[in-house]
């Protein structure tokens, strides 16, 4: 009878960490996305603010593409070698640590605008490329092969939320306090996300909650 009980038990108290792990991939994601949004949200405001034309845009706009592409191989490898979690993490903390400096190119004048937003556009990128291989691994990792297509289409379905959350408030801040604020507001937010995620995330050996 004790074993039956015992194993009543250890059923109540099944903890279902991997959905939390989810969750969490699904958060992060809607942050990837809004980020790379920003410009998009901010920058018609920011082009009359600073003074670029549509040339000049254009360039700014095509740095985070040529760093994504890049960026994809070596960001697996790393991710191989030194784990999702480790990776993750320094990728969501850098990605929004050079977002919000984007907030802060009118402090350059004529050409060196350019220069200033495209390499922090291009390091926003590069530090984003692992983040869907990271997603992938994590949910091999924790995730049996007949709950993996569920577990996908939930991250992925962050790309489009991340718009129904994001442009509305990013759309008010640069109407109500000027684009700088869109990235000091998803950059802030996104560098809290890092720490959270290394108290969230784990290997499913080593997390705290799994029984």
């Given at each position: ?5 015992q194993a009543a038990s250890s059923v ?49 706009f095509s740095a985070f593409s040529w ?51 495209f390499t922090l556009r291009f390091l ?88």
């Open positions: 009878m004790s074993s039956l009980s109540e108290k099944r903890t279902n960490a991997r959905y939390w792990i989810v969750v969490m991939l699904f958060i992060v994601t809607s942050f990837n996305y809004g980020d790379r949004a920003t410009l998009s949200i901010a920058g018609s405001e920011m082009a009359k603010d600073i003074g670029l034309d549509p040339v000049g845009m254009g360039y700014v760093a994504y592409v890049i960026g994809q191989i070596p960001g697996g490898w790393l991710l191989d070698r030194f784990g999702s979690k480790r990776v993750y993490f320094w990728s969501i903390f850098i990605w929004s640590m050079f977002t919000l400096l984007q907030g802060f190119v009118d402090i350059f004048s004529g050409f060196g605008i350019i220069v200033a937003l926003v990128g590069l530090a984003e490329a692992p983040s869907f291989p990271g997603n992938s691994r994590i949910v091999a990792a924790w995730f049996p092969a007949q709950e993996r297509g569920t577990a996908v289409s939930i991250f992925n379905s962050a790309q489009y939320f991340a718009t129904v959350i994001f442009a509305p408030i990013m759309g008010w801040l640069t109407h109500e306090v000027g684009w700088s604020h869109v990235f000091f507001f998803m950059g802030g937010l996104g560098i809290v996300i890092s720490f959270i995620w290394l108290k969230v995330i784990h290997e499913p050996n080593q997390h705290p909650g799994v029984n």
